[in-house]
Each structure stands twice: as C-alpha cells, then as structure tokens.
T-cell receptor, first 116, second 116 residues
Framework: DTEVTQTPKHLVMGMTNKKSLKCEQH?????MYWYKQKAKKPPELMFV???????INESVPSRFSPECPNSSLLNLHLHALQPEDSALYLC???????????????FGPGTRLTVL | AQKVTQAQTEISVVEKEDVTLDCVYE???????LFWYKQPPSGELVFLIR??????QNEISGRYSWNFQKSTSSFNFTITASQVVDSAVYFC?????????????FGSGTQLTVLP
C-alpha cells in the first residue's frame, strides 16, 4: 500500500481566514514533506519532517505553519494568505532512512487552494 | 548543487507512436537516485521508477523502458505504443541526502500529449 491521503481536495479561502490542510499515511514512513506547485511548474519543497521533527524549512513565510502530531499525520496551518499563494499543495512521505529503498517519495493527490 | 534538465517542454504524438522523454542531471555526489514521476491532469504525482547511481542496468516494464547512462548523465524514458492515457506531465527528479531525509530536485517537466 503506497497511499498518501490529503484533505480537503479543494479549498477556497479569504485572506483573513485560518484553515488547515491535512495529510495522512500508514506506510510506516518517518519522513513527510509539503510541496507547493504552481501551474506548469515542478513542485517546490516547503518543509520536511523527519522522525516528527522539522528538518528542513525552505524559507517559507510564517503564514504557513507546519505541524507533525505523530508519525502518520502532517498538517499545514494557513493564516493571512495572499492570492499568490493559490496553488496545488502536495504532501509526500518516504521511509526517511538515507539510502533506504532510495527513500522514494510517495505523493498524495494534493489540495487545490484558491485564495481570494 | 543539483540540477535536472528536461529540455523538451511539450511533446505531441499520435497514438501507437513511440516517444522518448529526455532527462539530463548534474550532481557532485557519488551516491544518488534518479526518479521518474507522472502527473496526470488530476494532479497526483505517480511514482514510476527509481534508479541508483550504481545500477546502470536498463529496465523495461511493459510499455515503459528507461535508459540510464552515467557517462552522459542522462536518464531517458521511453513509452512504446503510446496511448491516450499516457497524456500527462512527466517529471525527472534527482535525490541526494540532506540530513536524515533525501531532497528531490525536479526537472521542469515534459507535457506529453497523445492524440487519438
């Protein structure tokens, strides 16, 4: 089973709203990732959690706040977003062990976010 | 620094034609992994194949085949007898270790359109 689930599939929010994106995996993976993808562009890494600790933050604005409550769950809290933050947000997970099976990342279906 | 180049932005073929997607990579790491992902219009990134830097054996899986050549830093992907369902954006990616997790560097993607 290589399934990563994400909710919601679509989200429309105003610039003053607070919302959260959720990601879940039950593959026993210990690394989880958030990516942002704009139309016709490759995914851009935002955050990496390794063994429930934030290991990489790619200089993401503070209006994006990640949280990893446990090894299976990853949240992305959104607050005071801008219209340019509208994008597809992808979650991924991997074994998390350097060299382990090449640490293949398996992606969820994404959340299409629109900020009005 | 790592870099992945997919020079073909868009390719259009007629169903049943063979098509090759090119990927050239740059890294100073001696241990690395290469990946191909498929992204259909639905948005989910689907893992297709992984190759490590020590395994130059080419692989065939059904209609898909991959040609990895370290001498030219290339990892090309061929679809034989293409089908309309193969229409998608295909990303080549390179993975090197960053701390306890591996980071993916994506190419810019190739939009493949298979016409009936």
């Amino acid at each position: 089973d290589t399934e990563v689930t994400q909710t919601p599939k679509h989200l429309v929010m105003g610039m003053t709203n607070k919302k959260s994106l959720k990601c879940e995996q039950h593959m026993g993976h210990r690394a989880m990732y958030w990516y942002k993808q704009k139309a016709k562009k490759p995914p851009e890494l935002m955050f990496v959690y390794s063994y429930e600790k934030l290991s990489i933050n790619e200089s993401v604005p503070s209006r994006f706040s990640p949280e990893c409550p446990n090894s299976s769950l990853l949240n992305l809290h959104l607050h005071a977003l801008q219209p340019e933050d509208s994008a597809l947000y992808l979650c991924a997970s991997s074994h998390g062990k350097a060299g382990g099976r090449g640490d293949t990342q398996y992606f969820g279906p994404g959340t299409r976010l629109t900020v009005l | 620094a790592q870099k992945v180049t997919q020079a073909q932005t868009e390719i259009s073929v007629v169903e049943k034609e063979d098509v090759t997607l090119d990927c050239v990579y740059e890294t100073r790491d001696t241990t690395y992994y290469l990946f191909w992902y498929k992204q259909p219009p639905s948005g989910e990134l689907v893992f297709l194949i992984r190759r490590n830097s020590f395994d130059e054996q080419n692989e065939i899986s059904g209609r898909y085949s991959w040609n990895f050549q370290k001498s030219t830093s290339s990892f090309n992907f061929t679809i034989t007898a293409s089908q309309v369902v193969d229409s998608a954006v295909y990303f080549c990616a390179l993975s090197v270790t960053s701390g306890s997790a591996r980071q993916l560097t994506f190419g810019s993607g190739t939009q493949l359109t298979v016409l009936p």
